[in-house]
């Protein structure tokens, strides 16, 4: 999730995106996604629900390609992962 700075600027919405964003990383609404089937982030709300989430391993963006810049640019940059996909299915 993220804030896109040109569309919260257009419309006003700045500070009830923020506050969407600080409170579903927060243990209730974590609770609430769980209750829903998404796997939560929170550690602790996916213990209290470990028999429907099953163990896998998960990893962020960082861990993988240092930063969100290089994942763009490794995956959907002209000539990028996407792209060879794409052309492999043509």
Do not use: C
Not at 26 to 42: F, G, L, V, W
Not at 64 to 74: R, V
Request: hydrophobic share 35%; net charge positive; proline share 4%.
């Amino acid at each position: 999730m993220s804030i896109v700075d040109k569309v919260v600027d257009k419309r006003g919405t700045r500070k009830q995106a923020q506050a969407y964003l600080d409170y579903l990383w927060s243990p209730a609404a974590q609770e609430i996604i769980a209750q829903h089937h998404p796997r939560p982030r929170d550690k602790n709300v996916l213990a209290k629900h470990a028999a429907e989430f099953k163990p896998i391993r998960t990893f962020t963006v960082e861990e993988l390609f240092g930063n969100w810049q290089k994942a763009q640019d490794t995956h959907f940059s002209d000539g990028g992962t996407f792209d060879q996909i794409i052309v492999d299915r043509k």
